[in-house]
């Protein structure tokens, strides 16, 4: 008969095995409006500056803020470097699969105000992360500044890191870009908002520079690649509401909505607007051209009532690949206007890959600027055998754009622009390499009873099956829910924070696509940190629990 001794030892070589002992070694830090950053960073004795949660925290750590508004002052200002401010700087960084996490406590929302920093003379970034393998999630930026009266601009997030997660940011009500990317691969940016930003102080007041994601990695060859924009949404954003212009590495934008971008939220006319800005150099500067012309992807995403375009591919000097998207009521809704390849004038659209493209209502033109013959862009609703019009779709109601994200923070599910029963344009698309119903693909973002899964997944993040927990903290019944990306034995299993197992919730073989299971909090016996993981292949995920 084994020592007690002996299955000690061996139930901690299994939990090394299963990688699953590295929670007990993390620590966890809070941040709150009412903290200090004397305190010990505890729950009770939080800080107050997520920069002090900074300077605590290492690799695999959590850092929680707290609910609630966080006003910002100049003295806050992290460091002046040249002509910014970096109000928050994150510039410590993870190690590979140990992030540092800055975490919204689950169930609270912080708000952090920067109406009262205007230095003078300085472009202001709210958070600057010079970091990699950092994950950011849940943090809500108002109101940050704009100073300078000529050329400029503020940002509310700005990346120069790689293997970083930016997750469920709200950006709004400011003068700044609301997401901005200059450096760094493999960055996750995922279910974010940004919306009604407009510089309005600088140059000619139009905002022309406020994007509400902005993707413009600076260097080709040294690894800016895989940058994945994912379940976002930016309108009412002055300028753009995505743009990749200048990015020398290609750049993914998939399930993301684009809308009302140009405008003020009065509908007046401010700087460019429009939906996607798929690469492009500038018209005049050639010096900034790479060697090899980045093929951005844009795919399964919604451009709707924006000021100009809502898919373009501003003056690129090379294709993209644009598949299943939906415009609607855009100026045009798909220009793919090109320059030459020696750049001295602009011409219709090449090497473009357009398929199963969707639109409707065009308030000037549907399409523009396709060259047929040197692009493939032959199975769009455009030059199909179908009919677009209102009877298509389930619903046409522009007030379903900012409905509420689901519990797990995915875009709201809602009949917009989903086709309805009997729509011609069911089955009509091709196969582009991602899961459908039916026969065929349909034409536009929505696969008609089919929720469109995310396809691709960064190294080293370990959310592919997209574990999540409602409600969270828990109380009464949680249910988990999670999308298999392949057909697996699978595992749900409950811990405590120091890593024993208090349970097996289920095991079971299940299908490619979604699962819930539910399950009461009585499992969790006293308030705490709990943690659930998902097993599957050689795969798991874990997410932390709050009772
Ligand atoms: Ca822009
Ligand atoms: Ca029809
Ligand atoms: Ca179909």
């Avoid at 919204?104 to 920067?114: K, N």
């Avoid at 709707?304 to 415009?327: C, E």
């Amino acid at each position: 008969m084994p020592s007690m001794k002996k299955i000690y030892i061996a139930a901690a070589c299994i939990l090394l095995l299963t990688g699953f002992i590295s929670p007990a070694f993390s620590n966890i830090y809070y941040v709150a409006n009412n903290g200090s950053d004397t305190n010990a960073g505890t729950i009770t004795q939080p800080f107050l500056t997520v920069q002090r949660g900074q300077t605590a925290a290492v690799a695999g750590d959590t850092v929680y803020i707290r609910g609630g508004t966080y006003v910002m002052t100049t003295a806050q200002i992290a460091q002046y470097n040249s002509i910014w401010a970096y109000v928050t700087l994150l510039n410590k960084s993870g190690t590979s699969g140990h992030r540092i996490n800055y975490w919204a406590y689950p169930g609270e929302q912080p708000v952090f105000d920067y109406t009262n920093i205007t230095p003078a003379g300085y472009r202001i970034t709210a958070f600057q992360v010079n970091a990699s393998w950092v994950y950011l999630k849940g943090i809500e930026v108002t109101g940050v500044q704009v100073t300078i009266t000529t050329h400029t601009q503020s940002e509310c997030f700005e990346n120069q890191g790689s293997n970083n997660i930016y997750e469920l940011l709200r950006m709004h009500d400011g003068k700044a870009i609301g997401f901005y990317l200059t450096k760094g691969g493999n960055n996750l940016i995922l279910n974010c908002d940004a919306w009604n930003n407009w510089d309005n102080v600088s140059e000619n007041k139009l905002g022309g520079n406020v994007d509400g994601f902005g993707c413009h990695p600076n260097k080709q060859g040294v690894g800016y690649t895989n940058n994945v924009f994912r379940g976002c949404r930016a309108w009412f954003n002055s300028d753009d509401g995505y743009d990749l212009i200048n990015a020398m590495e290609a750049v993914t934008i998939e399930n993301c909505w684009s809308f009302y971008n140009g405008y003020s939220t009065s509908f007046s006319s401010l700087g460019d607007g429009n939906g996607f800005k798929g690469g492009g150099f500038g018209v005049t500067d050639f010096s900034n051209v790479p060697p090899v012309i980045p093929r951005h992807q844009i795919r399964f995403c919604l451009a709707v009532k924006n000021k100009a375009n809502g898919f373009y591919a501003n003056h690129h000097l090379g294709g993209n690949n644009w598949f299943n998207n939906s415009a609607y009521n855009n100026a045009v809704n798909f220009n793919m206007l090109n320059r030459s390849t020696d750049y001295s004038t602009d011409v219709p659209g090449y090497d473009h890959n357009l398929k199963n493209n969707l639109g409707l209502g065009a308030r000037s033109t549907e399409y523009s600027n396709i060259d047929f013959t040197l692009s493939n862009a032959d199975t769009n609703y455009f030059n199909l055998p179908v009919t677009v019009n209102s009877a298509d779709f389930s619903s046409l109601d522009l007030s379903l754009l900012t409905a509420p994200r689901q519990a797990d923070g995915s875009l709201p599910a809602n009949n917009f622009m989903r086709l309805a029963s009997g729509s011609d344009l069911i089955d009509k698309g091709i196969d582009v390499g991602y899961p459908y119903n039916g026969s065929a693909p349909d034409l536009g973002c929505f696969e008609s009873n089919y929720t469109v899964t995310a396809t691709s997944d960064i190294p080293g993040n370990a959310r592919a099956a997209g574990l999540a927990a409602f409600p969270n903290p828990v109380k009464g019944e949680i249910t988990a829910s999670y999308r298999l990306p392949v057909p697996a034995n699978v595992q749900l299993a409950l811990y405590n924070a120091e890593g024993a197992l208090i349970s097996t919730l289920m095991s079971s073989k299940q299908e490619t696509g979604p699962h819930t299971f539910t399950f009461n909090d009585s499992y969790l016996r006293s308030a705490g940190v709990y943690v659930l993981k998902l097993s599957y292949k050689d795969k798991t995920e874990t997410l932390q629990l709050v009772k």
